[in-house]
């Protein structure tokens, strides 16, 4: 597994710290960021799954916790659009660089607008994918808004 990708390269630039966390990917999981954080023995609601979007035909990025839903019309609402509703993986794949299952919010091959939810900030660090399936990146929710200069919101139903 490599350890570097566009998302760890993102991090290192800006000189932001983090923790590598590899772990056992299953190609059959249902829900790709629950299998992550049973895999890690991590709490679900500190793994955050990258979701892109297309908002009003622009692509926009959301990360939330893997173990709960995204409410489009609170993302289209924080972004000032009208309709959003989820990319298509071969669009997100072309997108973002990033296969299904290790799309990061960082190191995206386009800068997108991103979301970050706010549940992010309950923890002292989260779990962000690391640009690869099997690869999870741990860091402070703070340094996450930092290298991203994303928006904060509440984003679930």
């Known amino acids: 597994m490599a350890k570097t990708t566009p ?41 955050f799954k990258t979701l892109m979007v297309d908002l009003d035909g622009n692509a ?11 409410n489009m019309k609170k993302l289209a609402a924080a972004l000032g659009g009208k309709s959003a509703k989820m990319m298509q993986p071969a669009d997100a794949e072309r997108r973002t660089g990033y296969k299904v299952g290790g799309v990061s919010p960082l190191g995206q091959k386009r800068a997108v607008p991103t979301v970050l939810d706010a549940s992010a900030h309950d923890w002292p660090q989260i779990y962000v994918n690391g640009g690869q399936r099997g690869l999870q990146i741990r860091l402070a929710p703070g340094d996450l808004v930092a290298a991203l200069r994303c928006t904060v919101i509440d984003l679930l139903r």
Request: hydrophobic fraction near 50%; aromatic fraction near 6%; charged fraction near 20%.
């Open 7 to 47: 998302a760890t390269q993102a991090l290192l630039r800006a000189k932001l710290a983090f923790e590598l966390v590899p772990y056992d990917y299953d190609p059959g999981a249902e829900r790709v960021g629950l299998q992550a954080a049973a895999a890690m023995g991590a709490d679900p609601a500190q793994v």
């Open 60 to 70: 926009v990025c959301a990360v939330l916790p893997s173990d709960a839903e995204l």
